[in-house]
């Protein structure tokens, strides 16, 4: 692994802003092309009770963008919906790494938890 500095903490926030996020698990179903973008990727996610829409800009990060089939991983799903290249993304994939200039990676459970659970 290289040599990796990290960023300095951002300044604190409340719990209160903290609890506003509702970060839960879901299943990745399936990994669909973008056809107006070069870098993102549509996630149909099951989150138990509904599954979703999520855009994911990972298109050039990996060599197989549907290699994460059928893997849980957390998102944050309370975000407005929001256009890009003409689809909706409902939520936000919420990985590790881009923010530091790392090769993305996802935020998985350590074990299998039911679609939906809640994080925190």
Do not use: Y
Request: hydrophobic share 40%; no cysteine.
């Amino acid at each position: 692994m290289s040599e990796f500095t990290a960023a300095p903490v951002k300044p604190a926030v409340t719990i209160a802003a903290l609890e506003a996020l509702d970060i839960r698990v879901g299943t990745i179903e399936r990994v669909e092309e973008v056809p107006r973008s070069d870098k993102l990727m549509k996630l149909i996610v099951n989150f138990g009770d509904h599954s979703r829409t999520i855009l994911a800009g990972f298109k050039k990060e990996r060599g197989n963008p549907r290699e994460i089939e059928g893997r849980q991983a957390r998102f944050v799903v309370n975000l407005e919906p929001r256009k890009m290249a003409g689809e909706i993304s409902e939520g936000m994939l919420f990985d590790i790494g881009f923010a530091d200039g790392v090769t993305p990676v996802l935020a998985v459970p350590e074990r299998a938890v039911p679609n939906g659970t809640r994080a925190g």
